[in-house]
């Protein structure tokens, strides 16, 4: 199962100070999951955060919810698939999904340096990234970070691209990218530009097809449909990672239907596969990113496979009835 990360009690003094120098230079990585006591407020406006911020890997997460509403945006959290549905107030759409670093952006999908985190129920995101996708900018002073909400900019006769892209530091791609433009020519005046560009528009996320989805899904269904959704998403993975590896095929559809390892895909079980909702979710978040058995390339259930090749691997995780190995 997914393990959320847990508050750790007692923070000193010298982990607030470092959270603030996150937000004017670099920070070293923290021990994850610490919780700090600061004030967030928007727009001048102090933030009820309903929980502590949390230190982890050396970024600061803070509830999606509470920060986007602040700022107007619309919210849809779909329990099942652990995902946030988020309509900004300039009309970005958005979906975060638990533990997934690739975040779908006005239907586009990029990658982010980190995932969101599920915390006591919530959905936690870095704040730095959360607020370049509010569309809001960050300063901070002593134990108080600011967020504050930034205008569009309108294009004038005077006050063209060119002024734009000094006055908020953005290049022209990224700035025309923010705004789904395809060239300089279609910034007339009177268009209104979005000018807070995430850092994740320049990760564009490694593309799938409808087809690899569906037959991640069936493989998935097959061999750990009966499995929790960890266990889901660890076969989806061990496919991946064979993909990966430089020694299987180097396709989805390669791996499942080389060798001997999935039978299923010999015998007509594949063929006749109808994954459910779990399996579904777990192949897509695989494909996003999602991982939770590292570099692990094999799979075999210990009650059934036994012989010498399978005791030489090193194991990563045991998740329900299934070892995943390098």
Known sequence: MIRTVKPVKGLMIAMILALLLLWIGPMSIVSAGVPVTVTIKVNGETVKLNGSAIIAEGRTYVPVARIAKKFGAKLNWDNANEELYIHTALNDTVVLGNGVPVIYFNDERYRMEAPPRLIDGKLYAPLRTLASILHARLSATDKVIELKTVQPATVTEEYGLDGIIAQYGSSKTGLLKRNGLLKTAEVTPGTKLSVVVPDF????????????????????????????????????????????????????????????????????????????????????????GKNNIGNAVYFYNPAVTKGAFWSSLDVVATIGHHRFAC
């Open 201 to 288: 528009l320049g990760k564009p996320a490694k593309p799938f097809t409808e087809a690899d989805l569906k037959l991640l899904a069936k493989i998935t269904m097959v061999e750990a449909g009966y499995e929790s959704y960890q266990g889901q998403l660890a076969l989806a993975n061990v496919i991946l990672n064979r993909v990966k590896s430089g020694k299987f095929p180097d396709s989805i559809r390669g791996v499942i239907y080389s060798g001997r390892q999935f039978p299923p895909a010999h015998n007509g079980l594949l063929d006749k596969s109808k994954p459910h909702a779990s399996a579904l979710r777990a192949a897509k978040d695989a494909l996003n």
